[in-house]
C-alpha cells in the first residue's frame, strides 16, 4: 500500500501475517491467499505485503528463475506487492533454538544475499530498490570478541554482496538490522557504536516500535541520534508492547499474556531484563514493567495493563513531520483473523499525520 508523504515521496506500507507459511513454493503461494483475502477486505487495489522465506527456500528461489518468476506472477494475480522480506526470523520450524547463526555465522550473510537476489525479481516494475531485514547481530550473552571479529568481516562481505546485486540487477536492495532487548544492537548506544565501522550506505536500522519501547528511550530522541550518525531507519514496524506500572497489582492480567514455548521479554527502566514473562512473575523485579509481547494496535489490554501507545505515536509523527521521510517502509504484522482491522487503523493514524491515501501515491523511485 502506497502512501504520499508531503513531500511527494512514497512511503511503502506493508502488512506481515506472524503465523509462518510452509517450507516449500506451493505452500508460500497458498500463503498468499491469506493476503488477497485481506486486501478484498480493505477494499484497495493494492496490498503490500512482506514475506518470511525459510533459508532452504531462499537458497533454491535465488537459483531458479523459473520459481521466482512464478512468485512473482503469483503475488501480481492477487493485487499484492512486495518491496521488502524479512530475514528476521531463520529457524525453520519457527521456534529460534540457541544454535540459529548469529552474524558471526556465513549462513546468516549466504541466506540474506538469497534474500535480496530474489528480492530484486519480486520488486514492482517501477520500483527500484528494496529492504531486507535481519537480526540484531545475535544474542548479548555469548558475544564475545572472536564473534565480534568474525561479524565484521562477514558484514564487509554483505556489502560487497549488496553491491553486486545492485550492480548485476539494477536494482538496490539495503539490509535493516532489527535491535531487540538482549541482543548485541539494542539500545541506541549500540547501535551507534556498530555503525561506526559499518557502510552505512547499504546498512540501516529495522525498528520495531515494541522492541524500542521495551528499552525506555525516548523514541524522538533516538531517531535524532541515529540521523545525526548518518544511520538509515530503513523500516519501521508499528508495533506497541505490553505495559504495567504497577506488576504486582497487575499479575492476574499479566498472566493472561504468558504463552508456553514463546517467551515475552520483560524490561524495567533500571535496565533490569528477564527472559520470560512468566519467570519475571515469580521473581517480581521492580516495575514499571513493559512486556515484549505484541499489543493489537486497535485494542486496549485490561486494565490495569496499558500498551505503549503513545511510544509509536512519537516515533511517527518524528518520521514523517520533516522535510522528508524518516524512513521508506513502514510494516504492521498480525494474525490473519485481526489483519484488516489493523492495518485500517494503521492508515488512519498515518492519515491523521498527512500521509496521503494510496491512490494519490506516485511511484517509488
Not at 254 to 277: F, K, M, S, W
Amino acid at each position: 500500500m502506497r502512501l504520499r508523504h508531503h513531500s511527494g515521496r512514497v512511503v511503502h506500507l506493508s502488512h506481515g501475517i506472524n503465523e509462518r507459511p510452509a517450507r516449500d513454493l506451493p505452500a508460500v503461494v497458498e500463503h498468499l491467499d491469506v493476503y488477497a483475502a485481506v486486501r478484498d477486505q480493505l477494499a484497495v487495489e493494492t496490498l503490500g505485503v512482506s514475506l518470511w522465506l525459510p533459508p532452504t527456500l531462499a537458497a533454491a528461489l535465488a537459483i531458479d528463475t523459473r520459481s521466482r518468476t512464478r512468485l512473482r506472477a503469483e503475488i501480481a494475480a492477487r493485487g499484492l506487492e512486495i518491496v521488502t522480506l524479512s530475514g528476521v526470523a531463520y529457524a525453520e520450524g519457527g521456534d529460534e533454538a540457541p544454535e540459529v547463526p548469529d552474524w558471526s555465522s556465513p549462513a546468516r550473510l549466504e541466506y540474506t544475499l538469497d534474500l535480496a537476489r530474489i528480492l530484486t525479481d519480486l520488486l514492482p516494475e517501477d520500483a527500484v530498490r528494496g529492504a531486507v531485514t535481519t537480526t540484531g547481530l545475535g544474542p548479548r550473552d555469548g558475544w564475545d570478541e572472536g564473534k565480534g571479529r568474525a561479524s565484521a568481516r562477514i558484514l564487509s562481505r554483505l556489502s560487497a554482496g549488496l553491491a553486486e546485486v545492485a550492480w548485476s540487477t539494477g536494482r538496490a536492495v539495503r539490509v535493516g538490522f532489527q535491535p531487540e532487548p538482549g541482543f548485541v544492537l539494542d539500545d541506541t548506544a549500540s547501535i551507534v557504536e556498530a555503525f561506526g565501522r559499518l557502510d552505512r550506505e547499504r546498512l540501516g536500522v529495522s525498528l520495531d516500535l515494541c522492541n524500542l519501547a521495551c528499552t525506555w528511550q525516548d523514541p524522538a530522541a533516538a531517531l535524532v541520534q541515529f540521523a545525526a550518525a548518518g544511520i538509515s531507519v530503513i523500516r519501521v514496524r508499528i508495533a506497541a508492547a505490553l505495559e504495567a506500572t504497577q506488576p504486582v497489582a497487575a499479575a492476574a492480567a499479566l498472566r493472561g499474556y504468558v504463552a508456553p514455548g514463546h517467551p515475552h521479554q520483560v524490561t524495567n527502566p533500571a535496565g533490569e531484563r528477564v527472559a520470560d514473562l512468566s519467570q519475571a512473575l515469580d521473581d517480581l523485579p521492580p516495575g514499571p514493567w513493559r512486556v515484549r509481547c505484541h499489543v493489537p494496535l486497535h485494542s486496549t489490554p485490561p486494565a490495569p495493563l496499558t500498551a505503549t501507545t503513545k511510544v509509536w505515536q512519537s516515533a511517527l509523527r518524528h518520521l514523517t513531520g520533516g522535510e522528508h521521510p524518516g524512513t521508506e517502509y513502514l510494516a504492521v504484522e498480525s494474525s490473519a483473523e485481526g489483519a484488516s482491522a489493523e492495518i485500517a487503523y494503521a492508515k488512519s493514524a498515518l492519515g491523521e499525520l498527512g500521509l496521503s491515501p494510496p491512490a494519490e501515491a506516485c511511484a517509488a523511485r
